[in-house]
T-cell receptor, first 115, second 113 residues
Framework: EAGVAQSPRYKIIEKRQSVAFWCNPI?????LYWYQQILGQGPKLLIQ????????DSQLPKDRFSAERLKGVDSTLKIQPAKLEDSAVYLC?????????????FGPGTRLTVT | AQKVTQAQTEISVVEKEDVTLDCVYE???????LFWYKQPPSGELVFLIR??????QNEISGRYSWNFQKSTSSFNFTITASQVVDSAVYFC??????????FGPGTRLSVLP
């Protein structure tokens, strides 16, 4: 079974530029999560999708971050414009059933550096 | 609001020693799940265990064991006879049946040969 795929693995941009990350979850997993992990901290949930609907985006900085999951499969997370404090690893995860709180399977992450 | 505390920022042990990683959580919900994840140097988070708030039985899996005590809101993780490959950052996490997922800050474990 293929795992969660993310691209790119690394990205360096200047502040005020835009960037987009892509995630393809495990086939059949209806729930998809985006996390931000700043160096030395635990992952922070940014947004959670169930199929193509948003379940929780309470910690997503909506003035600059956006995410979509068209067709309920892969997903894109965008930052526009980026700030220095956005430097972090962006993790995507998927799980098979929302109500049963099955374990989340994580991708390798995208390391973003904003200069 | 939900919160997970891992008071131990870093722990170093010598190979074959036993080590316990502490996790204390806060939640107003009566039903919830607790998790432990491992993040090796490669960076990819690996699921270790999920525990339902109704199930306070301790669990053992090989060299790993977990002690869940609802009375003290703790979910501690013990590695017996540690090995160098156990070196990683370990995260405790909490969610309410698929929502409000919260990770703790993590404990970095170094197992020295």
């Amino acid at each position: 079974e293929a795992g969660v795929a993310q691209s790119p693995r690394y990205k360096i941009i200047e502040k005020r530029q835009s960037v987009a990350f892509w995630c393809n979850p495990i086939s059949g997993h209806a729930t998809l999560y985006w996390y931000q992990q700043i160096l030395g901290q635990g992952p922070k949930l940014l947004i959670q999708f169930q199929n193509n609907g948003v379940v929780d985006d309470s910690q997503l900085p909506k003035d600059r971050f956006s995410a979509e999951r068209l067709k309920g499969v892969d997903s894109t997370l965008k930052i526009q414009p980026a700030k220095l404090e956005d430097s972090a690893v962006y993790l995507c995860a998927s799980s098979s059933r929302l109500a049963e709180s099955y374990e989340q399977y994580f991708g390798p992450g995208t390391r973003l550096t904003v200069t | 609001a939900q919160k997970v505390t891992q008071a131990q920022t870093e722990i170093s042990v010598v190979e074959k020693e036993d080590v316990t990683l502490d996790c204390v959580y806060e939640t107003r919900d009566t039903t919830y799940y607790l998790f432990w994840y491992k993040q090796p140097p490669s960076g990819e988070l690996v699921f270790l265990i999920r525990r339902n708030s109704f199930d306070e039985q301790n669990e053992i899996s090989g060299r790993y064991s977990w002690n869940f005590q609802k009375s003290t809101s703790s979910f501690n993780f013990t590695i017996t006879a540690s090995q160098v490959v156990d070196s990683a950052v370990y995260f405790c996490a909490l969610d309410n049946y698929g929502q409000n997922f919260v990770f703790g800050p993590g404990t970095r474990l170094s197992v020295l040969p």
